[in-house]
């Protein structure tokens, strides 16, 4: 079973870091397209960015481009968030999802993903 597990969340004040990881097991994560995602209070979903399996393509959502970096480790099955120069509407729980199909920019697909994580909360303050 694919099993997806984020962390990193917590508390940071305006302005600083965080770096969240997505931990990944029981599939051939090298084939697979990573997704982060995230659910704001009574906000829809949305995509943050992802990053293709293959030639390792990635890309960012308008909102979060120069600030959050994602990057992958297939060595350690893991892919990981850097985000930096928070905002208090970055506050959000933070999903990662897997897919095998949306390969290069279509991991911009953001309805696709077929295979979900948990989710950890991020907060930023003021």
């Known amino acids: 079973d694919v099993q997806l597990q984020a962390s990193g969340g917590g508390l940071v004040q305006a302005g600083g870091s965080l770096r969240l990881s997505c931990a990944a097991s029981g599939f051939t994560f090298d084939d697979y397209t990573i997704g982060w995602f995230r659910q704001a209070p009574g906000k829809e979903r949305e995509g943050v960015s992802c990053?293709?399996?293959?030639?390792?393509?990635?890309v960012y959502a308008d909102s979060v481009k120069g600030r959050i970096t994602i990057s992958r480790d297939n060595a350690k099955n893991t892919v990981y968030l850097q985000m930096n120069n928070l905002k208090p509407e970055d506050t959000a729980v933070y999903y990662c999802?897997?897919?095998?199909?949306?390969?290069?920019?279509?991991?911009?697909?953001?309805?696709?993903?077929?295979?979900w994580g948990q989710g950890t909360l991020v907060t930023v303050s003021s």
């Open positions: 999802a897997a897919d095998t199909y949306l390969n290069g920019p279509l991991c911009a697909l953001w309805d696709h993903y077929e295979s």
């Open positions: 990053i293709s399996s293959s030639v390792g393509i990635s």
